[in-house]
């Protein structure tokens, strides 16, 4: 069974930094692309960054510039380095990655469990 564990939220000041981390584990056969989503109080999850397998990178436009998404060196984690933060960036965080269980397998989306990012003024 695959999971997902996110750390790394909390409570941070506008214009500060805060990095999140998800680490993936269990019987996998490849992890094609991974990364974070978001959903503030009354709003619909929304893609903030993805990475692909092979590196390419994807955000949303509200955090162009600011945050950083990137794999680890083992490459079933992934981090989302957030920086001159806002307090529309409030919202719980999610780590999302698309797994193979095996080669020709189509993949399978999995989310991890979230976790609270507040921006304070």
């Known amino acids: 069974q695959v999971q997902l564990v996110e750390s790394g939220g909390g409570l941070v000041q506008s214009g500060g930094s805060l990095t999140l981390s998800c680490q993936a584990s269990g019987d996998m056969y490849n992890i094609d692309m991974m990364g974070w989503y978001r959903q503030a109080p009354g709003k619909q999850r929304e893609r903030v960054a993805t990475?692909?397998?092979?590196?390419?990178?994807r955000y949303a436009d509200s955090v162009k510039g600011r945050f950083t998404v990137s794999r680890g060196t083992t490459g079933n984690t992934v981090l989302l380095q957030m920086t001159d933060v806002k307090s529309e960036d409030t919202a719980v965080y999610f780590c999302?990655?698309?797994?193979?269980?095996?080669?020709?397998?189509?993949?399978?989306?999995?989310w991890g469990q979230g976790t609270q990012v507040t921006v304070s003024s």
């Open positions: 999302y990655a698309l797994i193979r269980a095996y080669m020709q397998d189509a993949g399978t989306n999995y």
């Open positions: 990475i692909a397998i092979l590196g390419e990178t």
